[in-house]
T-cell receptor
C-alpha cells in the first residue's frame, strides 16, 4: 500500500523568506502523480502544484516549486518570497488514479511578519 | 462556475441518530469521494464512487453509508454505528483521462458535532 509521510508537523518562516516542506512516499508504481494541497483557515482544499513522475523537470507554479527525487521517493515543496496569505496547512498527496488520494498528515506553515 | 457544493456547513447530531451530508457537483466528473479529517490525522478516505450506482469502501467505511443514484450527487450518511463521528467531512470529485490525472476538486466541507 502506498504511504505518504510528512515529517514536519509545523514550520515557521519570516515573510519574504524561502521555506521548504518535506514529503516522502512509498509506491511500487513507476508512473504516477503527486500533489501538494493547501488548506487555509477556511478549510477549503486548494491544489498548489502537481508533478508527473515520468517527467524529469520539476514542476513550478509562480512562487511554488517542487524538488522531486524519484529514486529517493521524495517530493518537497519550496515556497519562495513567503507571504502572509501562504499561512495554512499543507498536505502532500498520492493519487491512486480514480480510487482516491492518500494524504500525509500535513505541515502547519506559520508566516512571521 | 463549476464546483462542488456541500451542505450543511455545520451539523449537530444527537446520540443514536443518523444524519446525511449532501454533496453535489456540476463539473461532470465521474468519480466522487468522501474524506474525514481529524486533527493530526490528515484526511482519510471513507467511500468513493467511480460511476453511477457503484461505490467502494475506503479505509474507514465502518459506520457510514453512501449512495450514487445520479452522477452529480454523492450523499454520505453517518449512522448510529459510527461511535466517534465528530469531525470535518470533505467531499471531492476527480476526472482521469487515460493515464492523465487532472487532480481532485474539493467542496468546502461539513463540520459534524455530536451533542
Amino acid at each position: 500500500a502506498q504511504t505518504v509521510t510528512q515529517s514536519q508537523p509545523e514550520m515557521s518562516v519570516q515573510e519574504a523568506e524561502t521555506v521548504t516542506l518535506s514529503c516522502t512516499y512509498d509506491t511500487s508504481e513507476s508512473d504516477y502523480y503527486l500533489f501538494w494541497y493547501k488548506q487555509p483557515p477556511s478549510r477549503q482544499m486548494i491544489l498548489v502544484i502537481r508533478q508527473e513522475a515520468y517527467k524529469q523537470q520539476n514542476a513550478t507554479e509562480n512562487r511554488f516549486s517542487v524538488n522531486f527525487q524519484k529514486a529517493a521517493k521524495s517530493f518537497s515543496l519550496k515556497i519562495s518570497d513567503s507571504q502572509l496569505g501562504d499561512a495554512a496547512m499543507y498536505f502532500c498527496a498520492y493519487p491512486h488514479g480514480a480510487d482516491g488520494l492518500t494524504f500525509g498528515k500535513g505541515t502547519h506553515l506559520i508566516i512571521q511578519p | 462556475d463549476g464546483g462542488i457544493t456541500q451542505s450543511p456547513k455545520y451539523l449537530f447530531r444527537k446520540e443514536g441518530q443518523n444524519v446525511t451530508l449532501s454533496c453535489e457537483q456540476n463539473l461532470n466528473h465521474d468519480a466522487m469521494y468522501w474524506y474525514r479529517q481529524d486533527p493530526g490525522q490528515g484526511l482519510r478516505l471513507i467511500y468513493y464512487s467511480q460511476i453511477v450506482n457503484d461505490f467502494q469502501k475506503g479505509d474507514i467505511a465502518e459506520g457510514y453509508s453512501v449512495s450514487r443514484e445520479k452522477k452529480e450527487s454523492f450523499p454520505l450518511t453517518v449512522t448510529s454505528a459510527q461511535k466517534n463521528p465528530t469531525a470535518f467531512y470533505l467531499c471531492a470529485s476527480s476526472v482521469t483521462t487515460g493515464q492523465i490525472n487532472y487532480g481532485y476538486t474539493f467542496g468546502s466541507g461539513t463540520r459534524l458535532t455530536v451533542v
